[in-house]
């Protein structure tokens, strides 16, 4: 009982997260314009291969790259966990353009280092790498062996979210909201459908 209250807890803690920063960014806060204008400064590029290796890296926090990474794990997992991993990016995923046409937050005003379009907020990539590292480590963690693994997984997700920023496409709000948005979504997925029961073998 007590392990269910703290990852409704949890959950919720992560969705009225979300909200404080959604009513942030529409109010326009000088909060926000602070937290933004803060860590463009701080990621800011400082030369050319430092900006060489985010443009490669963001490749991987691409909506459709992580969709299509979800199908080739699948290939080697067992049904449910299949199941959980491609269902929950596809969720998100999609669901993430709703939000972005709900907030039609536009881009910053800088130089975009990559080509992006649509709307900012939430971030597609943080949303989208987000689900599918979270999704794989919650698979993982079934495996005490695979510990390595997890902060390989969280390297990973770390260094596509600041890519965003580093590549000036997405305000650091927009990759907050994303990662905390798509951390909720997962979690709670996990917790409606598979908490009752494991999701590391079919039966």
Do not use: E
């Not at 794990?73 to 966990?81: E, N, Y």
């Not at 353009?97 to 536009?106: A, E, G, I, N, S």
């Amino acid at each position: 009982m007590n392990q269910n209250v703290n990852k409704i807890l949890k959950i919720g803690t992560l969705y009225l997260s979300f909200i404080v920063i959604a009513i942030a960014v529409v109010l326009h806060l000088q909060i926000t314009q602070q937290f933004d204008n803060f860590f463009f400064q701080l990621l800011h590029a400082p030369n050319n291969l430092y900006l060489s290796f985010f443009k490669i890296i963001t490749n991987l926090g691409m909506p459709i790259m992580t969709v299509i990474l979800s199908f080739i794990c699948g290939l080697i997992l067992h049904s449910r966990q299949r199941w959980f991993l491609i269902t929950i990016v596809l969720i998100n995923t999609i669901g993430n353009h709703y939000f972005k046409y709900l907030f039609q937050r536009p881009r910053p005003t800088l130089p975009h280092l990559v080509t992006a379009g649509g709307y900012s907020f939430p971030s597609g990539h943080a949303v989208a790498i987000t689900t599918f590292i979270l999704a794989l480590q919650i698979i993982i963690k079934q495996n005490t062996k695979k510990r390595l693994s997890l902060y390989l997984l969280d390297l990973i997700a770390i260094l596509v979210i600041l890519s965003r920023i580093v590549l000036q496409v997405h305000f650091p709000s927009d990759v907050l909201a994303g990662t905390i948005l798509a951390s909720a979504n997962t979690l709670l997925f996990k917790y409606l459908v598979f908490d009752n029961q494991s999701i590391t073998s079919d039966s």
